[in-house]
């Protein structure tokens, strides 16, 4: 029940904003996140918004990116800019609970998107 969408191919520097719509908000203690995985390589956290609102940010992204969700809770945002060519993968929304909320642990997330492909040219 998670889909992404909004991705694309952009040049260096530009920006995509990626959406994912989900109805998994209701528990007290959610946590939704970002996740990337470029061809070849593993999966890796790039930002999570807890029940609380609180953000998390890995370094490579922190300044760049922004994780936000709508008023009503049923879709999530990566705002994505000054995007790079490494910046290229597979990026997935995905959902959970747990008060361990953060871009470098992925115990909390039970579901997850399909992917949506994002590619930076140079």
């Known amino acids: 029940h998670l889909r992404e969408s909004g991705g694309g191919s952009v040049e260096s520097g530009g920006s995509l904003r990626l959406s994912c719509s989900t109805s998994?908000?209701?528990?007290?203690?959610?946590?939704l996140g970002w996740w990337r995985q470029a061809q070849g390589g593993e999966r890796e956290g790039v930002a999570t918004?807890?029940?609380?609102?609180?953000?998390t940010y890995t370094d490579f992204v922190k300044g760049r990116f922004t994780v936000a969700q709508d008023n009503a809770k049923t879709t999530l945002y990566l705002q994505m800019n000054s995007l790079q060519p490494n910046d290229t993968a597979t990026y997935y929304c995905?959902?959970?609970?747990?008060?361990?909320?953060?871009?470098?642990?992925?115990?909390?997330?039970?579901?997850w998107g399909p992917g949506a492909q994002v590619t930076v040219t140079s």
């Open positions: 918004i807890d029940h609380n609102g609180v953000t």
């Open positions: 995905a959902s959970g609970v747990g008060n361990y909320c953060r871009y470098w642990s992925p115990l909390p997330f039970s579901w």
């Open positions: 998994n908000y209701n528990h007290e203690f959610y946590c």
